[in-house]
Structures are given as structure tokens and as C-alpha cells.
């Protein structure tokens, strides 16, 4: 083949030009880092990377929905626990109540210290949490017991938040389930001779009998819905010296109090599935950055040795370009 | 033989050599002349004469000049102008195309995306608080935003290729009027039969090369050297006459090039116009309809979900998006045409023709699957009702009638959020559950990662990758191809330029060789001279 001075140049130029290109890309990938500056430098990367990104950013807002979580059911918790103190205490002023050795005085002394149980009840059934009355289900705008009544004006909503891309976890617990009673039909017999009858209502009321001896004459009867009402009636009771309904009251504290310690446990399980899902969470996000990081990341050391590559190259090229072009045969003549 | 005949001898020597000077120096001055020829002297014995003893030479004769040529690798370089101007066109579009989906610098949908259905989560842990749905309705702006922003940028270079396409062909029509100019002269000098129009030929030639890297067509030469240039089988330069390319706008506002009262769009396939109208179509008829179709998608999926839903002011059945509308165009002299959309979620979000094969019946053709969903006899006033759509033609429908129904076409232009109020957005999905149900939320966030139907059963985030892996692949694809054509256009101009290039070193021999041939001559007259001379003093 014949070569011309032309072709000698231009393949100059063009060595020239090609190694250039290399060094200002590998210069990109050193500026910025990353291996994939625009979505051609790696087709397979840029969707891999794309889909990382998208799940590194869902689970950045799960870890936030779990924190949201984390900080409602660890405020319902302690309201919990609260709950199940005052039901204990109540329920040791109750035996103390029903004792033959507490006479009428003792019993309205008795009596003050339960009106203020009472009222620490509901001032926890109406805990607020950011604003929200954490025991009313949806209607969290709204009190969720009545501070006059007593009566729950809430609903049975659950506030769901997502976690995981599959699992929810509640964020709150409706009043009823923590405050109300739900008893079951029975009757038993006091050491009196008198019977009481427990007959389950509508929703979550209870209806008291307390019959006599014979067990069809009805004495007194009372009803409730919740420990607030329970608290109430026994308070009156007590003042009024009443001990037959103190009496009636005992069996239902302690099925009420036993209901609160599972909802405390409930609240704690809750808790922990959260913290193994902050560990996954943690764990499959610091996973992804990893993956991320190798798909878009620049070997720092590799590039670098490129660049010393390309520079060597092109200076050699100049090199040796200068001699050659610079030099004809007329420069013999 | 006598001492004169010598004289002349010598003086056709001195002639030739000095006219083989002459074009070594023509060689060395065009170096640098891009689509320069070298060129040689052709030389030969002048006819001999028969003397005593036999045929004697009567010295040298310069019978013209010859360019160091070859037809075959000039075609193959004009074909090769014409596959590398195809691929620079692409790449150089493609290369736009992919910064508007640069998501390696976030630049792209799913940033915007991601934060709209992040917000949503916020709202669903706090169904009844105001500052996460004021963040939810920035959110939505943003990505109302971010899908505008994409959309006019395709829409610019959709544009930018229009204008590419006006300027270019510009350029034509002057290299078009230069190889007519051309072809007039050549055909004046070599009719002359004063020797072969080397310079014009290669000017000629360069002018064909860089038409080729413009636009594809085909050449034939005539008998006394014109070259007539065919674009699109339509003449551009016959003899010394041409016919201007030009370029007109068609109904979607896109530049076609019209030759010779022809419309030659569809046979441009190469050159930089060639690449040029496949980017565009590609553009048009996938990247852009891909993207708006995502949008409708998100706009039609997203309402559905939120009409269900309850906002704290107790309202329901609200968009939270404004919805889109049918775009129509008819093709008709007397009549118009009315789409309406009944049923969202009946849509198909395809693009659909209504042909009247004769004045009372029509069918529906859907573009994207080409089945047809409809057809019937029509009756004037009626509505034709299919896949959610209700259509209305008012005037007088006419055979071959054809008309346009699209959900797509203005979906990104028109694309905004209709909730304007925090308190309208709906998370709750009962009346009784307001304020803290969050059901509707859980819902929308639910979407997000559910299989669309209208989509090819994908998610959002994987259709919009499929947008992305494909205008990468593009690029890429198109950054190889380029590459390919460069070398071996690159390949083939050392070929052509080993042939007819000038060589310094050759041609510095080739001087000394015609300098000491021409002194040489000088001598010889010199000595004839002094031959004379000793036979005028005898």
C-alpha cells in the first residue's frame, strides 16, 4: 500500500483524538466518581442501579414508618402499663374493701383514694399523643372516653402503617380493648348466700344481678362498659358502704386487669416484630448501597491507572509524531 | 536524421519535463486540497520517422495529464459518507435524547415519582394532619413538574430535528447548484477534446462526497460527463440544471421533504437527513407514546384509587389529578368528530382510527394492537361507544371518512393536580372511619407497586425502566454504530487517499528526477549548438 503524508497525519490526529477521548472520560468517571455518568455507559447498570435506588428509597420510608410506629406503640405501651398499676392498686383496695375488718370509715377513705384512680383511668384513656387521642380508633379528634359518662365516644379503628412491602403494623389500639370490660355469662355465689349474675349486653355492657338466697329475687342490679364505669360504681359503693357490690366488683377487676397484662404483652410483641424488621431493613438497605455502590461507583484505582496509561500513550504519540511529520525528503535535497 | 531534428529533440524534452515540473509543483500546491487527485504526466515517444538504417525518434511528446483514480472505492466512499452521516445524525440525537432520561444524575421520573408515593406513606401515618398533605400535594407539583419538563424537552428535540432538517437541506440545494455548475464546465472541456477536466472532476466529486454524507442517492453518468443526482428516484442535478429540495410541514407539524413536486420523506433512509427522520419517528411514534402513555397511566390509576377515598371535609369521588381528555383529528371534508371519555377505567389508553368504509359504516381500528373494537352501521346522531369512549360525528360523512381518537396525544400538556384543598385529599376510604382512617392511603401506596394492566401488566417503576433501558440501548447501540462507520470510513479514505494522495517524499523525487532531466535536455541543446557551431567554421 502506498502511504501519503496525508495518511501519516490524519492517523496522527486521529490517535491523537482517540486517546483524548479515553482520558477526558476516564477524567469524568474520576471528577464524579461514578462508572455510569449517562444511561449508555452501561445499559444493564443503569436499570440494576435504578431499581436499587428505588428500593434503598422505599426502605428509607419504611425505617421512617417504623419510627412512627416505634414511638406511637411505645407511648401506648407505658399507657398501658400505667393502666394495669392503677387496676392492681384498685383491685387490693377492693379486697381491702369487701374485708370484715374495714368498717364504714375505712371504706370512705378507701372510697377517696378509688375516685382518684378513677380519674387517673380516664385522664389515660384520653392520653394524647401529637395531638391525636391515641385510644379512639379513627376519631382521633374526638375524647375517647366522656369525662361525665364515661361512655367511649371512639371507634374500632385501626391506624395501619406499612413496614415492609407486604406487612402493616397498627400504630394504636382502640379504647375499647384496653378500657372496656368483656365479661362472659356466669353467676356465683358470695359468702353471704347471695347470688350475682353476670349477664353480657349489647357491645361490650355488662349487666349485674345481685340476687337473694333463693337466687330469682333481684336485690340490686348495675351495669358497665368499661374500668372507668367499674371504678365509678365502686367508689359509690364504698361510700355508701355498700360491700355486696363491692363484693360483685371483684371478679370483674380481675378479669379486667388480666385483659390490660395481655395488651401489654400484646404491645411489647408488637414492638419486638418492629425491631426484627429494623434490623432487616437496616441490614437489606446497607445490602443495596453496597450492590449500588459496586454498579455505579468507579474503582478509584483502576481509573487512575488508566489515566497514567493514557497520558503515557498520548506523550509517546507526540513523541514520535513531531519526529516523523516534521521530516521529509526535502529536507535532504 | 539531421542536427536540427536534434534541436527538436531537445526542445520536446525541455517542453515535457518542464510541464512534468509544472503538475509535481500543481501535486505539492494541492496537498492539503481535500478531494485533490494526484496527478502525472503522461509522456511518450513522439511517432518515429523512417530513416536511413531504420525508424528514427523524434524525441518526447506530453500527451496530457492523468488523476490517479479509481471508480470503485469512490462509490464505496460515497456509500460509507452516507452510512456515516445516518449514524452521526442518530448518535447526536440519541446522545439529547438520553440527558432528558439521565437518571445515573437523577434527572429523570423516578425521583419525582418515588417522592409523590412517599408522601402518601406520611399521609397514612398521619391521616388527620394538615402539614404531610400540604408535602403530598408539593409532591404531586413536582411531578407534574418533572413530566412537563421531560415532555417539552422530547418536544424540543423534536424541533431541533425540524430545524436540522430546513438547515440541511439548505446545503443541499448549494452543493446541488455547484455539481450542476460543474457538470456544465466539465462538459465544455472535455467536448473541447482538450484533455480530461481533472480539478472539476475532483471538486465535482468532493461536492458528491459531501452530499452523501447529507442524504442517500444514486448518480448515473452520461456519455459526455454530466452527472445527473437522483434523490428519493426524483432528479436533484440533471446536466447543469437542479431541482430544489424543499421542505413542507404535514399535519403533525413535522418537516417532509418534498423534490420535483414529490413528497421523498419515506426514501431518505440514509445520510445525516436519513438519520435524522428515524430519530424523529422513533421519538414520536415510541419514546414520546411510551412516556405519555406512563403518565396517562399514573393520572388514570391514581384518580380511580382517590375517587373511592373520603377527604377530612368529608367530600369523595374527587380527581386527585385533573383528568385527561380524547384528542380527535378528522380527516374528513364535512364532517367533526366529538370523543368523550365515559368510564376511565374501562380505557386502554390506545390510540384509535374510526374509518367510514362508505357513508353508513365504520369500523374502529385500535393503532397499537391493530384489532378492530368496533364496528356497525351508522346512524346520523348516533353514538359509537367502545372501551369507554363515547364518539359523536356532526356533518356529513362521506366514504373513506377517517378520523383520529387518542387519549395520549395532549395527556402530558394538560397534565396537572385538580386538588387544590389539603382537606380534599383522600386517605380515608369510609365516611365513618374520617379522621384518622387511612385505608385509601394504604391503597395508593399499594399502587405503586402494582401490575398495571394498561402497562403490559407492569409496575410504574418497570415500565418507566423499560423507557430508560431502551433509549440507553439506543445510545449505546448508536455510539457503537458510529464508531464502526468512522473506522471504516476512515478505512476506506486511506484506500481512496493511497491511491490518489500526495506523497511529499514522492513527489520530491519526482522533482529532482524532471530538474535533472530537464537540464539534462538544456545540456543536449547546448551541445547541438556547439555541433552547429563546428559546422558553420569548417
Known amino acids: 500500500m502506498r502511504v501519503t503524508s496525508f495518511m501519516i497525519y490524519d492517523q496522527f490526529i486521529r490517535s491523537l483524538q482517540r486517546n483524548l477521548t479515553n482520558l477526558s472520560e476516564s477524567n469524568e468517571k474520576l471528577a464524579t466518581g461514578r462508572k455510569i455518568n449517562k444511561p449508555s455507559d452501561d445499559v444493564i447498570g443503569i436499570t440494576r442501579s435504578l431499581d436499587y435506588k428505588l428500593s434503598i428509597n422505599l426502605n428509607n420510608q419504611y425505617k421512617k414508618n417504623i419510627d412512627e410506629a416505634v414511638s406511637h406503640l411505645s407511648f401506648t405501651e407505658m399507657t398501658i402499663s400505667s393502666v394495669s398499676d392503677t387496676l392492681n392498686r384498685i383491685k387490693e383496695l377492693t379486697l381491702i374493701g369487701v374485708s370484715d375488718n374495714t368498717d364504714a370509715i375505712g371504706r370512705q377513705s378507701i372510697a377517696s383514694e378509688v375516685a382518684q384512680l378513677r380519674d387517673h383511668l380516664l385522664s389515660l384513656s384520653n392520653s394524647k399523643f401529637r395531638d391525636r387521642y391515641m385510644f379512639s380508633g379513627y376519631r382521633t379528634d374526638t375524647q375517647s372516653f366522656n369525662p361525665t359518662t364515661y361512655d367511649f365516644q371512639g371507634d374500632d379503628g385501626y391506624i395501619n402503617v406499612l413496614i415492609d412491602k407486604e406487612s402493616t403494623v397498627p400504630i394504636n389500639t382502640p379504647g375499647t380493648h384496653v378500657f372496656g370490660y368483656t365479661g362472659v355469662s356466669e353467676q356465683i355465689m358470695l359468702n353471704n348466700g347471695r347470688y350475682v349474675h353476670y349477664i353480657p349486653g349489647a357491645s361490650t355492657n355488662i349487666t349485674v344481678e345481685i340476687r337473694d338466697t333463693d337466687n330469682v329475687t333481684v336485690l340490686d342490679t348495675f351495669n358497665f362498659s368499661n374500668v372507668m364505669q367499674m371504678t365509678d360504681i365502686l367508689t359509690n359503693a364504698l361510700n355508701s358502704n355498700n360491700v355486696t357490690r363491692v363484693n360483685a366488683l371483684l371478679s370483674p377487676f380481675e378479669r379486667a386487669f388480666t385483659n390490660v397484662i395481655n395488651h401489654q404483652a400484646y404491645a411489647g410483641a408488637i414492638l419486638n416484630r418492629i425491631d426484627n424488621q429494623t434490623a432487616s431493613n437496616e441490614d437489606s438497605t446497607l445490602n443495596l448501597k453496597t450492590v449500588l455502590s459496586n454498579t455505579e461507583d468507579v474503582d478509584l484505582a483502576e481509573i487512575i491507572s488508566t489515566i497514567a496509561k493514557n497520558e503515557t500513550a498520548i506523550a509517546a504519540l507526540r513523541q514520535s509524531s513531531v519526529k516523523q511529520i516534521s521530516q521529509s525528503l526535502f529536507d535532504f535535497l | ?538
Open chain 2, 1 to 538: 536524421m539531421s542536427i536540427l531534428g536534434m534541436l527538436d529533440i531537445g526542445k520536446t524534452a525541455l517542453y515535457a519535463n518542464m510541464r512534468a515540473l509544472n503538475i509535481v509543483s500543481h501535486n505539492i500546491a494541492n496537498i492539503n486540497t481535500p478531494g485533490f487527485s494526484r496527478q502525472e504526466a503522461i509522456l511518450s515517444t513522439m511517432t518515429p520517422v523512417l530513416g536511413k538504417g531504420g525508424m528514427m525518434g523524434r524525441g518526447v511528446a506530453f500527451l496530457g495529464i492523468r488523476r490517479s483514480y479509481e471508480d470503485y472505492i469512490q462509490t464505496q466512499l460515497l456509500k460509507q459518507h452516507q452510512n456515516h452521516g445516518r449514524s452521526y445524525s442518530l448518535l447526536e440525537t440519541y446522545s439529547r435524547i438520553e440527558q432528558i432520561f439521565n437518571e445515573a444524575k437523577d434527572f429523570g421520573l423516578s425521583k419525582s415519582f418515588n417522592d409523590y408515593f412517599n408522601a402518601w406513606h406520611e399521609v397514612a401515618a398521619n391521616p388527620e394532619s394538615s402539614p404531610q398533605r400540604v408535602v403530598l400535594l408539593q409532591s404531586a407539583h413536582a411531578l407534574v413538574d418533572s413530566a412537563k419538563r421531560m415532555e417539552h424537552d422530547l418536544l424540543d428535540n423534536v424541533r431541533y430535528i425540524n430545524e436540522e432538517i430546513d438547515h440541511l437541506t439548505g446545503r443541499i440545494n448549494t452543493i446541488a447548484s455547484n455539481i450542476a455548475a460543474l457538470n456544465d464546465k466539465i462538459i465544455q472541456i472535455e467536448a473541447g477534446n482538450t484533455g480530461s477536466a481533472n480539478d472539476y472532476q475532483d471538486q465535482r466529486q468532493n461536492f458528491l462526497n459531501e452530499l452523501s454524507g447529507l442524504i442517500d442517492y444514486s448518480t448515473y453518468e452520461d456519455d459526455f460527463g454530466n452527472i445527473t443526482v437522483m434523490a428519493g428516484m426524483r432528479n436533484l442535478v440533471y446536466r447543469d440544471k437542479t431541482n430544489p429540495l424543499s421542505t413542507k410541514l404535514n399535519e403533525n407539524g413535522d418537516k417532509e421533504l418534498f423534490l420535483d413536486g414529490m413528497n421523498i420523506t419515506r426514501h431518505i433512509e440514509k445520510g445525516r437527513i436519513g438519520g435524522l427522520l428515524d430519530a424523529r419517528d422513533d421519538i414520536q411514534n415510541n419514546l414520546q407514546n411510551k412516556f405519555r402513555r406512563i403518565i396517562a397511566s399514573i393520572i388514570k390509576e391514581v384518580n380511580l384509587v382517590h375517587r373511592q377515598g373520603y377527604g377530612l371535609d368529608t367530600s369523595n369521588l374527587n380527581d386527585f389529578f385533573t383528568p385527561f381528555g380524547l384528542f380527535t383529528k378528522d380527516f374528513s371534508a364535512g364532517a367533526d368528530i366529538t370523543a368523550t371519555i365515559t368510564d376511565y377505567s374501562q380505557l386502554t389508553l390506545d390510540e384509535y382510527d374510526i374509518t367510514f368504509d362508505s357513508a353508513n359504516n365504520y369500523y374502529v381500528t385500535n393503532r397499537n394492537t391493530g384489532s378492530v373494537a368496533a364496528t356497525g352501521v351508522y346512524v346520523s346522531g348516533d353514538t359509537i361507544s367502545f372501551e369507554g369512549m363515547n364518539i359523536v360525528i356532526t356533518g356529513t360523512i362521506t366514504a373513506n371518512d377517517k378520523f383520529f381518537v387518542s387519549p395520549l396525544t395532549q395527556v402530558v400538556k394538560n397534565f396537572s393536580v385538580a386538588i387544590t384543598d389539603p382537606n380534599k385529599i383522600a386517605a380515608s376510604s369510609t365516611l365513618a372511619g374520617l379522621p384518622a382512617n387511612n385505608e385509601n392511603a394504604l391503597a395508593m401506596i399499594r399502587l405503586s407497586q402494582n401490575k398495571i394492566s394498561n402497562l403490559g401488566n407492569l409496575t410504574f417503576t418497570n415500565y418507566y425502566r423499560g423507557i430508560i433501558s431502551e433509549t440507553a440501548s439506543f445510545t449505546s447501540a448508536a455510539r457503537d454504530s458510529f464508531s464502526f462507520e468512522e473506522n471504516l470510513l476512515m478505512e476506506i479514505s486511506n484506500r481512496r487517499e493511497s491511491i490518489s494522495g500526495v506523497s511529499l517524499d514522492e513527489e520530491a523525487i519526482n522533482l529532482m528526477k524532471f530538474q535533472r532531466s530537464y537540464e539534462a535536455a538544456a545540456k543536449m541543446i547546448k551541445v547541438t549548438d556547439e555541433l552547429l557551431q563546428t559546422i558553420l567554421n569548417l
